[in-house]
């Protein structure tokens, strides 16, 4: 029997979407339950939708500074469609800690760097300000501590010459797409 995933997401969802098409897989232990943005124009909802999954919005603005009341409405409906593990992919709000707790050891989070290096935003900018010959991106368990959880998987890429933000930005989340489903799979599997 597989076991549901709830996606939280923000923006465009493309490691969401790397989720999605690895659970299509029968061998794969997961299945993508239903997919929730707190960002009603998320693109990632749409392509949800397309790939035949659930996809809620559920507005944080209308919370206002109230986080928790704004993730137990999200906890709720994850709750009520049976979902087992969270997977955090590109959702920009920081969680409270009665939400981490809820899911802790079943919440995983993708960060675009070699974590422990570059914890929250800039990754890439950083790595090359730096003048790192490598960069990569994290799969780990969420924690209270942002970017700070157990490391379950990475994947490193080369820091080219003459590199930008961007560029490095679209190599790491290549490897991003192959390594989330992976390292999921191998948190479901234990």
């Given at each position: ?17 790397a ?11 997961a ?48 709750r ?31 960060h ?19 003048g ?23 994947a ?35």
């Open positions: 029997m597989k076991a549901k995933v709830g996606v939280l997401i923000s923006g465009g969802g493309s490691n969401m979407a989720l999605i098409a690895a659970a299509k897989d029968p061998a794969y232990p299945e993508i339950a239903c997919v929730i943005s707190n960002n009603p124009d998320a693109g990632g909802l749409a392509k949800a939708r397309t790939a035949g999954v659930e996809a809620l919005a559920i507005d944080h603005r209308p919370f206002g500074k109230d986080r928790e009341a704004h993730e137990r409405a999200m906890d709720a409906e994850l009520a469609r049976g979902v087992e593990w969270v997977a955090l992919a590109g959702y920009m709000r920081l969680l409270t800690p009665w939400f981490v707790r809820a899911w802790e050891g079943r919440m995983l989070n993708i675009p760097s070699l974590l422990p290096l570059y914890p929250g935003l800039h990754t890439h900018q950083r790595a090359i300000e730096a790192d010959a490598e960069a990569g991106c994290t799969v780990h368990l969420v924690i209270d501590e942002v970017d700070a959880g157990p490391v379950l998987g990475q490193r890429v080369p820091v080219m010459q003459g590199d930008a933000p961007e560029t490095l930005a679209a190599r790491v989340l290549e490897a991003e797409h192959r390594l989330y489903p992976a390292a999921l799979a191998a948190a479901i599997r234990g």
